[in-house]
Nanobody, 120 residues
Framework: QVQLVESGGGLVQPGGSLRLSCAAS????????MGWYRQAPGKGRELVAT???????NYADSVKGRFTISRDNANNTVYLQMNSLKPEDTAVYYC??????????????WGKGTLVTVSS
C-alpha cells in the first residue's frame, strides 16, 4: 500500500503565497517522478509541475516564474511553493507520483487533494 498525503492548502489573497507539501509512504521501492496537478471548478485536471528524482523540473506555462517545485528524496516528499497567486489559480491541487514498489515496476498514485482558494 502506498499513500500520498497533501497539506498546506487554504485561502490566500491575490498576490499572496502558499506552500503545499505531499508526503509519500508505504511499500515504496523507488519514486521516479513526483508532481502536482490541479482541477478548477468546472474544468478538467491539468498538470502544474513535475520533478524527477534527479531534480529535473517541468512546469505548465501558466505557472512558470511563479511556482517552484522541489523534492526531498530522503523523505519521499514533494513541495510546491506558489507565489504571486492569482484568482485563476483557485483549484483543488492533487499530489501525484509514479512509484515502483516491490510488486510493480511503476504505478500512478494520487493524493486526495487540497483546496487552494485565491480571493480577496
Amino acid at each position: 500500500q502506498v499513500q500520498l498525503v497533501e497539506s498546506g492548502g487554504g485561502l490566500v489573497q491575490p498576490g499572496g503565497s502558499l506552500r503545499l507539501s505531499c508526503a509519500a509512504s508505504g511499500s515504496i521501492f523507488r519514486i521516479n517522478v513526483m508532481g502536482w496537478y490541479r482541477q478548477a471548478p468546472g474544468k478538467g485536471r491539468e498538470l502544474v509541475a513535475t520533478v524527477t528524482s534527479g531534480a529535473v523540473t517541468n512546469y505548465a506555462d501558466s505557472v512558470k516564474g511563479r511556482f517552484t517545485i522541489s523534492r526531498d528524496n530522503a523523505n519521499n516528499t514533494v513541495y510546491l511553493q506558489m507565489n504571486s497567486l492569482k484568482p485563476e489559480d483557485t483549484a483543488v491541487y492533487y499530489c501525484w507520483a509514479f512509484i515502483a514498489t516491490m510488486t510493480h515496476y511503476g504505478l500512478d498514485y494520487w493524493g486526495k487533494g487540497t483546496l487552494v482558494t485565491v480571493s480577496s
